[in-house]
């Protein structure tokens, strides 16, 4: 018996922003962030909406698509970054969007590895016996991170006004990071299946000495309190990241978790049909891929539309490629991520 992937659904909100609408608010170009990340455009939320939200649009579909319904759910795994609330977490709000009754849910919080240790935790329940369909969601909402009060509304047609040449150098401090993100969600229906498919082997990652490389600094509970008007006015609540250290272990870490999950299944890389990473800068999935010594087409991607969607990034793919018609019976394929913790890994599945 096998865990099996049985429905897929996605979520991405209407405001589509390309890089030359960003160029309108700080010091950018469309030929600057597509050099350093192949991002074209990506995804704004609603204002007032949030991943709970995408993510209630997103179960539905893959609920529909496996062919059950809301009732049918036994547990939910709710991966993301960005909870609507500090507490409760998004998955008891999720359950009661959907009507899923009093089943348990598992918020965790890997970052860009969420549905990666989604998948683990989701083949661990399926495997003992104790749940027998579980959906596991990611998805993220990052534009609150971002300076709103700065011009940002008029990217999603809020507002009209020309921003200040103080607005834009404020916001061109913050480029590096704002550029890259979008919003977005995808989620996944599980059951146990007899026969080859479903996901194999599995190998998780964690190394917090390397936590400093991407953080958070600011709304903190270490704090008191916990978060203040200097920490918003001096950026402490945006990530922060290391942009080369953060390449280095993306390029270097996920190919030997791919080889680590390959070795263990008895297969070569080669022997591979597709391997879904990360959507996190374009250079880093082409780092990836020729570390791997595989074929562009063999590493498919939608970061130049979608941006880095976090935890949401993997269902979205993975969706898109069943879409496509280019997840078909009998193929491998690996999952692979790294986020901030550091966490990694990667995940086999048989189609």
């Known amino acids: 018996m096998r865990s099996v992937i049985t429905g897929t659904g996605v979520s991405l909100p209407p405001h589509v922003v390309t890089n030359e609408a960003l160029s309108r608010l700080m010091d950018t170009s469309d030929e600057w962030i597509r050099v350093r990340s192949g991002i074209q455009e990506r995804r704004y939320a609603e204002p007032g909406q949030g991943s709970t939200d995408l993510g209630v ?25 960005t909870p609507d609330h500090v507490l409760p977490g998004n998955g008891p709000l999720l359950q ?15 970052q860009c590895s969420g549905f990666l240790y989604g998948l683990e935790l989701a083949d661990l ?3 003992s016996g104790r749940y027998r369909r579980v959906l596991l969601v990611g998805a993220e909402v990052h534009t609150p991170f971002m300076p709103w009060h700065l011009g940002w509304d008029t990217l999603i047609g809020q507002s009209t006004r ?28 599980i059951e146990p299946r007899e026969g080859g498919a479903g996901l194999g082997t599995i190998r998780l990652h964690t190394d917090g000495t390397g936590a400093g490389v991407l953080t958070m600094l600011g709304a903190s509970f270490k704090r008191r309190p916990f978060v203040t008007h200097e920490q918003i ?6 990530p922060v ?3 080369k250290e953060v390449f280095k272990a993306a390029v270097t870490l996920m190919p030997q978790a791919v080889r680590e999950v390959c070795g263990a299944s008895g297969l070569a890389v080669e022997d591979l049909d597709l391997v879904l990473v990360h959507q996190a800068n374009l250079r880093i999935i082409e780092g990836v891929q020729k570390a791997l010594g595989l074929p562009p087409e063999k590493v498919p ?25 280019l997840v078909r019976p009998g193929m491998n394929l690996v999952f692979t991520a790294l986020g901030s913790g550091l966490h990694w890994g990667a995940a086999l599945y048989r189609t």
């Open 241 to 243: 990241m290391s942009g």
């Open 301 to 325: 991607h939608n970061i130049e539309r979608y941006g880095n969607t976090t935890a949401a990034t993997l269902p979205i793919l993975f969706h898109e490629c069943r879409a496509q018609g």
């Open 162 to 189: 020309d921003i200040t040449e103080a607005e834009r150098a404020e916001n061109t401090l913050s480029r590096d990071r704002t550029v890259l993100f979008g919003d977005g969600a995808g989620a996944v229906v």
């Open 57 to 81: 649009i997103a179960a539905r579909h893959a609920i529909a698509d496996a062919g059950l319904s809301p009732t049918d759910i036994d547990a939910v795994v709710f991966a993301t970054m």
């Open 96 to 110: 009661t969007a959907l009507g899923l009754g009093d089943i348990p849910t598992f918020d965790i919080r890997q």
């Open 125 to 127: 329940f399926i495997q």
């Open 233 to 238: 006015q001096s950026g402490e609540t945006l």
